[in-house]
């Protein structure tokens, strides 16, 4: 019997570029199991086990927290999905943890989002919410009806300190730092596949034919309809 090869993809972009929308379509449209590094540590620091705790006093610090740490971490998690497909979310962040990677297994591609800083500083600073209640307003997309204030309460809308503009700047500079070096690490091996756009539903279509070489399509609804 011959079997076909698991896929193992990771997928990167910016802070704001979509990943998380790209993600969730890729998991609908194709069956795959999605591991965000965020989610886990998230889940980590909540239950509070040994790596939680020791990731939990790096974040409480401001610090980043050590590639061992989060090697670890993504390492023990990936060995429950050795017979699934999988798609790697926010990790490897740096070399280190690339090659930490490649140790354990043999990554087939790394899907990119190459979205424009000045289109995501835009849409990120763009977005304002009602801290009551957590309803979120873009300026761009879904204004309020009366421009700072809620449409339900009338209360003033706020500016998560993450959506400001020197903020924004802030991480997308830290990224395009901390990632540069990954992305090209992926170039040389052949296995970086660059997606440009300005908007997810742009880029969605040329990732859904891309993944359709290699994955067949397990959603019965027309998957040329983003959804």
């Not at 965020?38 to 590639?67: C, H, W």
């Not at 070399?95 to 930490?100: G, I, M, S, T």
């Not at 997309?141 to 309460?153: A, E, N, R």
Request: aromatic letters at 8%; hydrophobic letters at 35%.
């Amino acid at each position: 019997m011959v079997v076909s090869p698991l896929l193992r993809a990771v997928i990167m972009g910016p802070p704001g570029s979509g990943k998380g929308t790209v993600s969730s379509r890729i998991i609908k449209h194709f069956g795959i199991k999605h591991l965000s590094s965020g989610d886990l540590l998230r889940d980590n620091m909540q239950k509070e086990t040994e790596v939680g705790i020791l990731a939990k006093s790096y974040i409480d610090q401001g610090r980043l927290i050590p590639d061992d740490i989060m090697t670890q971490l993504m390492l023990n998690e990936l060995k429950g999905l050795d017979r699934y497909n999988w798609l790697l979310d926010g990790f490897p962040r740096t070399v280190a943890q690339a090659e930490a990677l490649d140790k354990e297994c043999q990554i087939d591609t790394v899907i990119d989002l190459d979205v424009p800083f000045e289109t995501i500083k835009c849409r990120l600073t763009a977005r304002w919410i009602h801290p009551a209640s957590g309803r979120v307003y873009n300026l761009e997309f879904s204004p309020p009806k009366v421009q700072g204030l809620d449409d339900i309460t009338g209360e003033p809308l706020v500016q998560r300190d993450d959506d400001k503009p020197e903020t924004v700047t802030k991480r997308l500079q830290a990224y395009d730092a901390q990632t540069k070096p990954v992305l090209e690490y992926y170039r040389k091996k052949g296995l970086l596949k660059s997606f440009s756009g300005t908007e997810t539903n742009q880029i969605w279509p040329h990732i859904y034919a891309f993944l359709q070489t290699k994955l067949p399509d397990v959603s019965r609804k027309d998957a040329n309809t983003p959804r």
